[in-house]
């Protein structure tokens, strides 16, 4: 399924090394004039200290004319200039250890090897735009993520980290009781990004060792609604309150070492090689605006 | 929405205080000789110690003959016998702290007072039926929760905890990459759990500050698949490797204090009252079993 | 899949001989006071003349409090007082020409041989329901079928006919591009009910022999927007264009013949027999309820 | 909703005149050998005779290595090579009658009025790829539609008529009951269909005045589930039965007149024009592959 959405239908498509990555957007509400700009921004928001430095320009295919949307489907293309397929040719017939070459294998009995193929995180290109445009649209509302804290800083290792997102300006009452509650969405939206590892809203895993009457947000002497303090995390039932909701993503280190890795075979041997690709090290500050994304593109469907 | 799943289709329905909660399940497949058995031990475990005893007795309305499944959708009901709506009358303007009382007044302008309504946790009755039944179906996959660890235990207070799910002879392959990927999907599904505020997957949150030479899970010797840890939680690239999956849900304290409450009322006063339902300070004891519904929800839907 | 619907979900259960017959609806709006008396009245125009003269009693199970809807799902039962499984007993190894007893053996590999099971028009006794609630929200639009013609009227046999229904007050601009057509979605709608076997939308078969000049609706000269004929019933590239919206059903005679049959055992003979079931030789006139609730169940999703 | 299908589905982009038309295909099988030629054979079946010709020539964006598929979404894109937007300049502030100028203008506020925008039938490039596909995989089921009449021939006007559709080789027991029958699901595949205005299944509209005893479908004496007669369409209780399923579509005359044409203006005034852009007054010999390519991807999704 590489649909996300009911109302605002983002479908991506692409492989790190193949032509291009990119989407369709269906449910785009008609004339609005899109802030090309700010998606330009997102873009390099996420390719930020990235080893691969290629301009992500975005090619529109369908559904906008002279800026203005049709209503109809906003389909579009990134290419992917600086594919070095060569660069991957030793891992045709490996395993890395911690990546999805294994999986992607067991469950296609094919993949593309280069450079991760679907399973790659330049797939996040296509949801940057899109959530881009989700964020355009979902304003007076505001989505910021920030890093919250990282890793060890390594030579020659890897570094995850935590990042935390907060919603401002979300009115009360949007989320559905039951399965859809917002929490749940949120943790599905957010736990898609490549190397999510945890999700906690709130207090998140310290609620388990409060005390309940530590716990309940109490009511505001204002009686307007607003609570004293946001222990959950803004959602009540699964349905906003009207406080911030704020939430935190637990990212795991990049799995692709800078360093001598031991693969196994698919002729069942384990071998070391040294990968020649790009590193990207320090992953977790591209992160935060891909999960602004995630949150983003959950909201616009969590909002009827 | 208040259905759960694609190919195993759970719709819930039922209010705590109304005549009765049940479900729909469709896509169950044709010829199952259904093990009540398991059922009533599946749903003893869910109203462990709690304090509305009574019998979920389950009225099968269609989709059996004989105890065989035909393939059709299987409807039933429990009915709610102990119901006791006049011990709320008094919340029938108030808004309790840290319950969903506000936020469903809010989206609906209407909502079933009597002991939360469709919001109370007696909703879960449905899912621990249809996810016993999902449990037969995957055998032999094996889903076991337990309670990992719990707040303090004060007299006049509640508590949360936290409960480990892990699930055992899983198939490599299950899971979807991108935004159907296997943490995903469970992270929707058990924060979909009324009072559930954090998931995370093998090491989770621990994730975030270990070297990525230390978090990468290196190929077992024997070289055939299987890996030396487990970090990853037992999912690459959003599909299961063949390892246990394992995760864990954080619930906060049930939010119903056996205290003086401080509510606030719909003429935006603030009002204390004590509340006579009954109360269930360590609801943390009876979620196992809703989480490996849920799991087993989310497994039967992704396997394909 | 028992679910039509997206918005406004509805999902039916039920065997022709089981306990019940019901349905969840999910997404009705909060706050409706459910005309009940309206949903009776369409009952009994969806049993007028059967042979099983029984009353359609609904009991409420959940979502409605005194009348009114919670925003919850609305969960109804009608139970089968009148079932006699007896009548079927010769049936259980026989599959009767032009039933489902045959289609459903071979897809599920085994059915409920009492009196069509799930397949019996039984089952509309949901969508009527469901229909009849769905029409009260639509208003002021009005959804009006009626019997256009019927087959022969012969002792001893079963007759067909054609259904006419008329949708006014129709907003223009209902349905969408490409896939989800007005038209593709109401014949998906009615096509889905028992015994149906032809659509048609305005002038329908009858468009293929016009010349385009006489086919395409001219500009009213009010210039309103309204055209001088609606051969096209009311829509344009799949939008609702403020004409009424017209469409025909067709459907074929009942297959269950108050004749001496020929059956196929399931040990590969043909067998004669007498069904001793009650029989219903012109259903026609009691399909017209059963498209009105389509087309409102199809309209009340089409409209966002 | 530009999406198709649920395991094998379809999300289609793209303007008449904007840079292109495509789709993502996802959920299709990985390892299959795509038949390039097969693909550009029923391209050529769809232009066949139109005014446009222009190579209809498909760039693939992803999903595919080498000819063969990854299991990973598959994006296409077919430039519009030979559009010319100045021919429509005319029509900015007219709405043609019989067109979906009007219907996409109420219902979106704007709308692309070059060549009909997304309302043309240049929409269906993307799904005689996809259903091209779609029957490469189905196969050995063949999948044949044909004119069965058109209306008349005259100069300077246009003609509509009639497809039938037959499917070979379909196993017994595919297809849902209720709202799923594979009539159901046909009936809107193909009423998709741009100028598609009627459809039935097996003899359609004569059942309605044929007697019980003459519409039942007799069992062969071979007693091996096939039957002498196929009148209701090789679908019994919206399950195929294992005979040939047989259905028409009626499609109205191309409503883009080679005549001078009386237009509504946004000023609501009537003014007449003529229509300078290329037209396709016999577009009935072309709609026979697009109503295989529904058929197709209609089957390849019921087919579990």
Redesign the interface.
């Known amino acids: ?4 959405g ?1 109302r605002f ?1 983002v ?5 790190s090394h ?7 957007i ?1 449910g785009c509400p ?2 609005l004039q899109i802030d090309m700009e700010a998606i330009r921004h997102d873009l390099s928001r996420r390719s930020y200290g990235a080893p691969r430095q290629e301009e992500d320009a975005v ?5 906008i ?1 002279d800026g ?1 949307t ?6 579009f ?1 990134v290419r992917n200039h600086n594919a070095k397929p060569g660069d991957y040719d030793a891992l045709r017939h490996l ?1 890395r ?4 070459d ?3 294998q ?7 090897h280069r450079g991760g ?3 790659s995180a330049r ?1 996040t290109v296509a949801r940057v735009v899109a959530g881009s445009i989700a964020k355009q649209i979902l304003k007076p509302i505001e989505i910021n993520a920030c890093v919250l ?4 800083e ?1 030579s020659n ?6 990042v935390e997102c907060s919603i401002e300006h979300l009115q ?10 917002l ?3 949120l ?3 957010v ?2 990004i ?1 190397s ?10 310290d ?7 530590e ?5 505001d ?1 204002s ?3 607003t ?1 004293v303090t946001n ?3 803004g ?8 406080m911030p909701v704020v939430f935190r993503v ?6 692709t ?1 800078p ?1 001598p ?5 698919d002729t ?3 071998e070391t090689i040294v990968v020649n690709g790009r590193h990207d ?1 320090r992953h977790i500050y591209r992160t935060p605006v891909i999960v602004e994304a995630m949150a983003a593109l959950c909201l616009i469907n969590a909002i009827s």
């Not at 479908?11 to 492989?15: H, K, M, Q």
């Not at 637990?250 to 799995?255: E, M, Q, R």
């Open positions: 399924m590489n649909t996300y009911s239908r479908t991506t498509y692409g492989e193949g032509l291009a990555v990119g989407a369709i269906d008609a004339g090619e529109w295919l369908s559904g004319v203005v049709l209503g109809t489907p906003l389909a293309a395993f250890p911690g990546h999805a294994y999986t992607y067991t469950k296609y009995g094919i993949r593309d193929g679907r399973a797939e804290r990282t890793g060890p390594l290792d890897t570094t995850g980290g935590v009360a009452g949007v989320g559905d009781p039951v399965f859809g509650k929490g749940a969405q943790a599905a939206a736990m898609s490549p999510a590892i945890g999700f906690e809203l709130g207090v998140g895993f609620a388990a060792t409060m005390a309940g009457s716990y309940v947000d109490q009511w002497s009686a307007d609604g609570t222990h959950c995390g959602i009540q039932g699964g349905i906003s309150n009207g637990a990212f795991h280190p990049v799995v070492l360093q890795i031991d693969c196994l075979s069942h041997n384990i090290n």
